[in-house]
């Protein structure tokens, strides 16, 4: 009986990593082509990711969007951003409004009422 020694069965990954080495340089033509297009962009980007109202600001948005509490921390004035700290006031007077969707009317008939008491004198 003569013994043979069998190869594995690779299963046609040679002819991949073949493929993979004849299309890599189209590959890395076409990420040297992106990263071209997006290279102007990445100050501003990296000014919106390093703003310290950020995370404030995606909890706002992400809290209007559920209507649930959000917990979100502190801005921090040390570190200067592209001023996402100044909107944070009015999403949170949003979020309150939408909360508490009555309070308008209720000092709308609060004032109507003021006024009628004062006009009735």
Known sequence: ???????????GLAEDIAALVTRAPGVIN?????????????????????????????????TIRGLEVASAGGVSSNVKGVGLAKIVPALDAYIWYRKNPWVPWAALGLGALAAFKLLRR
Do not use: C, H, K
């Open 1 to 11: 009986m003569i013994f043979t020694r069998q190869q594995p069965q690779l299963g």
């Open 30 to 62: 076409q990420a040297v082509s992106v990263m071209n297009q997006i290279e102007p962009y990445l100050p501003t980007v990296m000014r919106v990711l390093e703003d310290p109202a950020l995370p404030t600001v995606v909890a706002r948005v992400n």
